[in-house]
């Protein structure tokens, strides 16, 4: 390798493209071409470094096996941060193999953390424990320490253990400031900040507050009732109640719930449930259906009883019942959530997140691009959707909505 290569390299370890590129720029050879490429990814020329990452592998020929497997990886890496979810996840696999098979343990671990965070991004939490507890990041150098440490904060965020995610940022704004990476070091404080802003409302007794990370964290763990807006559950210490796939049995809980310790009406829980404005006969008989499959849903957990205007919701075992709402609540806010991350994402990558019909989502981008809450650019299977982050707002409590409970 010759010295412009390795100066090259060097500036992009560093999180310097623009000093990389000085040295690299007008030549066409295999590993100029991979680390312009590179450097084009950190300037956020997302769709240039792609093209010149695809170059670079024809260029490093079949039998440079590992050049061409670090190509690979890089151009996930593009994949994973411009939200291209859809990249296939075999290939990367296959080159994270490769460069285990010749030793270069760094960029295989590199490989498997791509993996992990986009396990991550789609909610497989399982799968990227699972992944981060083959990987010892003590053996590593600072960047993929802090790399590390990142992803184990983002899983235990979304599990909701605040001080195991605080730990794991401290340990990695120590290893990004041994790194010296500008980019690292900012992605670690934009991490860090999540436990510093409102995740979720808590509402109780019919009044509101807002809720830290650590204190949704400490409403799970106490003797109270929870319906839990966010994930779609009922639970007390003891028991969980899924209740996403029976969406008017928890329109029902959740307004009995936030009226605790009073009784609603009839025709409010028709309206709430049923979307019912003028009820007859027929919302009336649903209605006492739907309350007698809420109270088996809910058997050891709560009682509802019949009151003279409406029904009642009491815990049988817990102190009081309060609802965790979202910090923000909208029509589409699951598709919110995701790119209040300030990142572009296509929409295929939004239905592959959220697990739902890339003609749902684009519905729903069409009608919050129409409120202006949303913006695209590109055209066709190019186009990417963005938007500012709320101020103040985390999203951790969002995402985990379409996640499954365990």
């Known amino acids: 390798m010759d010295s412009l290569i390795t100066a090259a390299a060097r500036a992009l370890a560093a999180g310097d493209p623009l000093g990389a590129l000085k040295r690299v720029a007008l030549r066409d050879d295999a590993p100029a071409l991979a680390l312009r490429g590179i450097a084009m990814a950190q300037l956020g020329e997302f769709a240039r470094a ?23 990886v890089a151009e996930a890496e593009v994949a994973l ?17 490769t460069l285990e098979a010749h030793g270069d343990r760094l960029n295989s671990a590199y490989a498997r953390y791509l993996a992990i965070r986009r396990l ?51 340990r990695a704004e120590e290893a990004a400031r041994q790194a ?46 929870v319906v839990d807006a966010c994930r779609l559950v009922v639970r007390d210490r003891g028991t969980v109640v899924p209740l996403a796939r029976r969406p008017v049995l ?28 003028l009820a007859d006969e027929s919302h009336r008989a649903r209605l006492r259906v739907e ?19 409406g029904f009642a919701l009491a815990p049988s075992r817990a102190g009081e019942i309060v609802v965790l709402a979202q910090p923000v609540e909208d029509e589409h806010a699951g598709v919110l959530a995701f790119l209040m991350d300030g990142e572009s994402w296509s929409s295929s990558a939004l239905a592959l997140a959220l697990g739902t019909s890339q003609r749902t989502v684009q519905r729903a981008l069409d009608s919050l691009a ?16 963005m938007t500012p982050p709320v101020p103040g707002f985390t999203t951790i409590l969002l995402l985990p909505t379409l996640l499954p409970v365990d």
């Open 50 to 72: 792609k093209m010149l990452l695809r170059s670079a592998a024809r260029a490093f020929g079949p039998r440079e096996a590992v050049a061409r497997a670090r190509c690979a």
């Open 81 to 97: 941060v411009s939200r291209d979810l859809g990249w296939p996840a075999k290939a990367l696999e296959a080159a994270r193999t």
């Open 120 to 170: 991550l991004l789609i909610g497989h939490l399982k799968e990227a424990e699972r992944g981060l507890a083959e990987l010892d990041p003590s053996l590593f150098p600072a960047p993929l320490r802090a790399t590390h440490e990142l992803a184990v904060a983002g899983v235990a965020m979304r599990r909701l253990r605040t001080q195991s995610a605080r730990d794991a940022l401290d």
């Open 180 to 225: 010296k990476i500008p980019a690292l070091m900012a992605e670690v404080e934009s991490a860090a900040r999540l436990l510093q802003t409102p995740a979720a409302r808590l509402i109780a007794s019919g009044e509101e507050r807002l809720l830290l990370l650590e204190e949704v964290e400490a409403v799970l763990a106490s003797r109270a009732l």
């Open 250 to 277: 928890f329109a029902l809980a959740r307004t009995l719930g936030e009226a605790w310790p009073g009784d609603v009406p009839r025709d409010v829980l028709l309206t709430r449930a049923f979307g019912a404005r």
């Open 291 to 309: 309350i007698g499959r809420l109270r088996r849903a809910l058997r050891g957990m709560a009682v509802v009883s019949a009151t003279k205007r």
């Open 370 to 385: 129409a409120a202006g809450k949303v913006q695209w650019v590109g055209r066709g299977r190019a186009r990417r959707w």
